[in-house]
């Protein structure tokens, strides 16, 4: 059955309508870094903007260079001074399967607090709130109550190193925050490295956010601007919702060449021990990254080892996605499509775990993106999620289109 009648229809009301609108995206100057502003402003939809690095220097490669930028206020203080502001992500969904109701879902409201001390040192807390999707019986998604809960909370040291910062406290993995910045649009779901981007993905590889230590910076090497770059942190491995009960710690780093402007090579791994029933486990990604002036491309490999039973699973996570701009737009636009192919599939039970035994699944996700204002973006897209059993055997597909909008403040 062809979605293309809706989905297109929809599409021209809302340009229209934004077009309509008094406001428009060149009324406002666009920060630095992205051509359009959709990936530094803000820089990433889960993390927020950083402090300031030391004159004249990067804290990573490209991807970070528009990633940790605050504004030109705090750039320019050289005394203390605080910045309070937020994000509100939400969608309007229209399923053309069976399994989701229609209806508008608030998936993320957050309020954050960046303090500034100094050139050297600031800090950081943010509390988010969502709500939590489950699948439920005979396949239907349960959305429970929204909560509450503390994000990030840490204190951040610049220049300790020459080009590095060292963050303490409750902090955003090196992985997750590389790999959220390349996606870019944490407003239309998960990276891979969590499952997937559909109302009920499978377990994340590992913990976004935790407690711990990290240092991250960046060295120019032959000539060519962060060349090499780096990122280290040792964690509980409990998650930011957890204190360290077994005494074991979680190791994880990232390591990014980019032996020419735009150009980008990065590979990750992680090793944690839970401890209890949870058994050691490794994980890797390798990641590709392409970006310019007419957008970026990605292409991306995630694999997962269990030593023992109990684990979520030998498995793999492959995806990519590419966002274009589209200049002949009236208003800044990006065409945005991304495919994931996911080992794991629904166990007996209805659980959904990461081995290649029970199962895997496609992804994909097809959308325009458009900014009447700087602070807003709006998605209009479709997103289908294609089941099968080991045998290929098709289990369920999930289907909707969905207008997501993103509000920075």
């Known amino acids: ?197 559909t109302a009920t993905p499978g377990p994340s590889l590992v913990p976004f956010y935790d407690l711990g230590l990290s240092l991250a910076g960046n060295e120019d090497l032959f000539d060519v601007p962060s060349f090499f770059g780096y990122a280290l942190a040792v964690t509980n491995g409990e998650g930011n919702t957890a204190t360290e009960t077994d005494g074991q710690l979680d190791y994880e780093g990232r390591l990014t060449l980019q032996p020419v402007p735009g150009l980008e090579f990065t590979g990750i791994a992680h090793k944690g021990n839970p401890g209890g029933a949870g058994p050691a486990f490794e994980r890797y990604a390798g990641l590709v990254l392409i970006r310019g002036g007419w957008g970026r491309l990605a292409a991306e490999g995630n694999w997962s080892h269990d030593d023992g039973p109990g684990g979520i699973g030998d498995g793999r996570i492959l995806g990519a996605w590419a966002v274009i701009h589209l200049p002949f737009f009236p208003l800044p636009t990006q065409l945005v499509l991304r495919g994931d192919r996911i080992d794991g599939g629904p166990t007996p039970a209805g659980a959904i775990d990461l081995a290649p035994a029970d199962g895997f699944r496609y992804e994909t996700i097809a959308g325009i993106a458009f900014k009447p204002v700087r602070q807003i973006t709006l998605m209009l897209d479709n997103e289908n999620a294609d089941w099968h059993r080991v045998d290929g055997s098709a289990y369920r597909n999930t289907d909707q289109v969905a207008l997501n909008t993103q509000v920075t403040f």
């Open 1 to 197: 059955m062809s979605r293309s009648g809706p989905l297109a229809t929809l599409l021209v009301a809302c340009l229209l309508l934004a077009g309509a609108s008094p406001a428009r995206a060149d009324d406002v100057p666009l920060p630095p870094g992205d051509i359009l502003g959709f990936t530094p402003y803000p820089p990433a939809p889960d993390v927020l903007p950083t402090p300031p690095a030391p004159s004249g220097r990067q804290l990573g490669p490209s991807t970070f260079a528009a990633q940790h930028r605050f504004g030109a206020a705090e750039r320019s203080s050289t005394g203390p001074s605080c910045r309070v502001g937020g994000q509100i992500f939400s969608n309007f969904h229209l399923p053309t399967s069976r399994f989701e109701p229609e209806g508008f879902d608030l998936t993320r409201a957050r309020i954050y607090a960046n303090g500034v001390f100094n050139q050297t040192w600031s800090g950081r807390v943010v509390l988010n709130t969502r709500a939590l999707t489950l699948l439920g019986a005979a396949g239907k998604v349960v959305t429970l109550s929204h909560d509450a809960l503390l994000k990030m909370a840490y204190l951040q040291a610049q220049g300790l190193l020459p080009g590095s910062r060292i963050q303490m406290g409750m902090i955003v993995s090196p992985w997750f925050e590389y790999e959220s910045s390349a996606w870019g649009y944490r407003m239309l779901g998960l990276v891979p490295s969590a499952g997937g981007f």
